[in-house]
């Protein structure tokens, strides 16, 4: 710190032509070595993988460059850097090294500030006869969160933006496995925002004009980029650590089978995960030792936020569960994920939530996955028995034929799965009849965690709508 001060003490007695690049130097601007566009990103002979420079669209002069080491190649590591190969960028960017794997840390290097926001980056973007002035935010399917519930603090973060930065618009940039059904979920739930909208999975490839929401603002040369914020530095917490904060932010309270359960890990790592969030004091627990209810702290909750690239001040109360269904409901609902693997476990799950939003409907939980081969939706309803066999009929039916519709807008297939007690599923067996291909029910007792007897597959055009159990 010293030394910057007394750099920044001298820089007013140099020749004009090298305090700029001093001052660049000072602030950690990346400095141009050599070409303006040097090596491609690979393994070099010695293990390490370089991410090379490369041209960034929207950016003149010598430091349009940015990082592309791939966040599975390393983790954030010290400060900006300019040597050749060292995967250092201006605008974003950081040094990466081999390592743990860096998808839990939600920005890497240089966030882009306005007002009191900060996004995970900026780009000017040529589209079509002008440039662009768009601010960029990244999520990935694996964060904990439904597609729906980014909507909320992204119209709350648009409105701002929209009043700051007229012409404004906001690529959104989806990290997620399968087909378009999540991101697509994703540019549907922001419908209505007061900023164009670009919603794409492919962050080399940046929006065309004809795929936002509307024509964006578009200016006759490149945009004069905004504040840059500095990283606050390198996360400390593991990524099993972060997924079971990030679930138990959205629950608020849970048992560790039921973060295990939604987190997409194994008992063992929860309770690790857990106990390891418990020493750096972001939850806390009650209960009895053996079987703890966990709940989210304070600060547990601020950096659970900050994962999903929420900045201080923007309130997200829509990350909680839809429903206020307490007991075997609700922890059946959240031990759906768990239950579908423990059931079949070469079905591949990527993310389930209980109590999800999807628009209108609400289903008491949904995983989103992998089956033979074809991406499903494993749709879950829970009957209590607490209503008249008819009304528990029209009920099902109803929510039966809303699953299909929905699933058919995406071309998914559909597993619907009804977890009741035994004289509910009696009396339900005759309302599952003349059902379409792509979809299977499966009825089973919701007393006996992991017991499903699931299709081997959904195969199109077939009829496999039986009900088993």
Known sequence: VVFVILVGLVIPSLPSWARGGVQAWMLGTPQPVGSDYYGEPGERPDGVFTGGRVGFEGYVGPECFVCRIPAEKGTKWKVLSSQPGSGAAARPGGVLRLGQPAEHLRRLGMGARVGSLVFAGWRSISLGSGWSDTFVFPLSAAAGLPPGDYAHPLRRMASQVSR????????????????????????????????????????????????????????????????????????????????????????????????????????????????????????????????????????????????????????????????????????????????????????????????????????????????????????LEVESGNASRETLRRKTARRLEQALLYAGRFSLSLVFALLAPPWVRQALVGTFIQLPGEVAVVLADWKVFGTLPLPRGVSAGSVIGRCVG
Do not use: M, N
């Open 164 to 379: 700051l930065r007229p012409g404004a618009s906001l690529w959104v940039l989806v990290k997620a496995p399968g087909g378009c059904w999540y991101a697509e979920e994703v540019r549907q739930s922001l419908r209505g925002l007061p900023l164009a909208v670009a919603v794409t999975g492919d962050p080399g490839s940046p929006p065309r004009l004809r795929g936002f929401s509307f024509c964006p603002g578009l200016f006759s040369t490149p945009v004069s980029p905004p504040p840059a914020v500095p990283d606050s530095g390198a996360c400390d917490h593991s990524l099993q650590e972060i997924q079971a904060l990030r679930v138990l932010a959205r629950l608020e309270t849970a048992y560790t089978a039921e973060v295990a359960s939604l987190a997409g890990v194994s008992l063992p790592t929860a309770r690790q995960a857990l106990r390891g969030l418990k020493r750096r004091q972001l939850v806390e627990w009650e209960g009895r030792e053996a079987f703890p209810i966990w709940k989210v702290r304070r600060a547990g909750l601020s950096l659970a936020l900050r994962s999903w690239g929420l900045p201080p001040g923007v309130a997200f109360p829509a990350r909680r569960e839809r429903s206020a269904a307490t007991g075997r409901h609700r922890r059946t609902a959240r031990l759906w994920p768990a239950w579908l693997r423990r059931a079949r476990p070469q079905t591949e799950v990527w993310a389930g939530w209980g109590e999800v939003a999807l628009g209108r409907l609400r289903p008491d939980a949904l995983a989103w996955g992998e089956l033979s081969d074809r991406e499903v939706l494993f749709w």
